[in-house]
């Protein structure tokens, strides 16, 4: 069955750290991936896209690596702030005959907490 | 600033009672999704419109319908809500450009959400 896997449990970490979340996924063949944040009530906000055939994309303190071979995607905060606090969201879109499905398929994410 | 908003945040709705909740995007995207996320669970995707052309999930519910009047505004209908039915609704929008050789897809913009609440 197809899956999209994350970490049920909370990340706990200590600030100034780096926070790594983990996505994996099972019988998907993704043409990008991309993760999002979610605070408690509020809709998911985009943060990184990182395509099959990149192995690593950085945004100021974020880095997204993909390892289509693993089917694992590492989601890196560095230097992280109690403001990092949230849920982060792992989700697909499935490749297709041309190119990419506008469709995501989401994971059920992670909630990161960082103490000051 | 708002770029996609939705309306009302909070809905109260007794059980059977029909109820629409709205979705407009000053983004002039083409594509608008509509989510249904339970608590501590992954948005779960119920339909979406590709301009004008509507796209159902297999395993949406009949109880559930949309409406997309013009590229501005998308509508969520429960026709007769049940308590499984309490949830956050996301609405999403993209912009999506094809060409020849490729299909792109573009990030997705979340509104903030509608609480529904079944009574």
């Known amino acids: 069955s197809q899956k999209i896997e994350q970490n049920s449990e909370a990340l706990n970490i200590q600030e100034g750290k780096t926070a790594t979340l983990t996505c994996n996924y099972t019988n998907y063949s993704p043409a990008y991936l991309q993760w999002y944040r979610q605070d408690p009530g509020r809709g998911p906000v985009f943060l990184l896209l990182?395509?099959?055939?990149?192995k690593e994309k950085r945004k100021e303190r974020l880095k997204v690596t993909f390892d289509t071979t693993l089917k694992q995607s590492l989601f890196h905060i560095t230097a992280s702030q109690p403001a990092d606090s949230a849920t982060y969201l792992c989700?697909?879109?499935?490749?297709?005959?041309?190119?990419?499905?506008?469709?995501?398929?989401f994971g059920t994410g992670t909630l990161l907490a960082v103490q000051p | 600033d708002a770029m996609v908003i939705q309306n009302p945040r909070y809905q109260v709705t007794q059980f059977g009672k029909p109820v629409t909740l709205s979705c407009s995007q000053t983004?002039?995207?083409?594509?608008m999704y509509w989510y249904q996320q339970k608590s501590s669970q992954a948005p779960k995707l119920l339909f979406h419109y590709y301009d004008k052309d509507f796209n159902n999930e297999a395993d949406t519910p009949d109880n559930f319908q949309s409406r997309r009047p013009n590229t501005s505004f998308c509508f969520l209908d429960i026709r007769s809500p049940g308590l499984g039915d309490a949830a956050m609704y996301l609405c999403a929008t993209s912009r999506e450009v094809t060409s020849i050789l490729a299909f792109r897809t573009d990030t997705q913009y979340f509104g903030p959400g509608t609480r529904l609440t079944v009574l």
């Open positions: 990182i395509r099959e055939n990149e």
């Open positions: 989700a697909l879109a499935e490749r297709n005959y041309g190119g990419a499905t506008n469709k995501l398929i």
């Open positions: 983004l002039n995207h083409n594509v």
